[in-house]
């Protein structure tokens, strides 16, 4: 299976960039309005650059590295102008992610517990809670994986929860999100994972492979987080 990263064009001179795994289908839908949100509010839209990859991690990577690229540094992509594009990269005066901007701050420690935590329960999923405060996560705390199936589905132990939830409210480390492992998969939201999620607008990290990617459940499904390990 292929995967591609692309940009529409869309009314008003805004950009989207987006990812998916069957391109002419999905452009498809946003031209025709049933795709909720950006593009439906600003039809017509024109696909004016595409890119095809071997995985959906290396499209989604390609995706969040572009949008958080300047409007100059989009059309010089359109173009194919890689001259201008290296120009407008250093421009940059400020240290930043390799998306130009991070949604998320979290702390090495945390990072490291939750592919710790993936090792140590392979070929199980593990699963916790992201604590921290606003866009930083402090700590990744392993919970108990009571499903009756942990080889392929998660459920963090209530308990976990409760005991969370109120040493929050008596002023400790709020609860950002939870993370979990695909033992087999890739660290993006699985069928089963839409299936679970509240539109909460919490955060999902999915550990797979050593790797971990970050996610916002919102009401119009997962959107993809960039991060910076601190």
Not at 71 to 82: F, P, S
Not at 145 to 174: K, S, V
Not at 213 to 230: H, K
Request: glycine share 10%; charged share 25%.
């Amino acid at each position: 299976m292929s995967f591609w990263a692309y940009m529409l064009h869309c009314r008003g001179g805004k950009f989207y960039t987006g990812h998916t795994d069957d391109l002419e289908r999905r452009i498809g839908q946003h031209s025709s309005g049933l795709v909720p949100g950006f593009t439906r509010d600003r039809l017509p839209v024109e696909l004016v650059w595409s890119q095809e990859f071997p995985t959906r991690y290396e499209a989604i990577s390609a995706e969040m590295q572009i949008k958080g690229w300047s409007r100059a540094k989009k059309l010089a992509l359109i173009r194919g102008d890689w001259d201008a594009i290296s120009r407008l990269a250093k421009k940059k005066s400020s240290p930043s992610t390799s998306s130009g901007r991070t949604d998320l701050e979290v702390v090495g420690k945390a990072h490291a517990a939750m592919l710790a935590a993936a090792r140590a329960a392979f070929p199980n999923e593990v699963c916790g809670l992201l604590l921290g405060e606003d866009a930083r996560i402090d700590e990744a705390r392993a919970a108990a994986n009571i499903h009756p199936a942990p080889g392929t589905h998660f459920e963090i132990d209530p308990q976990a929860l409760i005991d969370a939830h109120r040493a929050a409210r008596a002023g400790g480390p709020q609860v950002i999100g939870y993370f979990h492992s695909h033992p087999t998969g890739e660290p993006v939201p699985s069928s089963t994972d839409r299936a679970m999620a509240a539109g909460d607008g919490r955060v999902w990290a999915i550990i797979a492979a050593d790797e971990v990617m970050f996610w916002r459940d919102t009401g119009e499904g997962f959107a993809a987080l960039s991060y910076l390990v601190i």
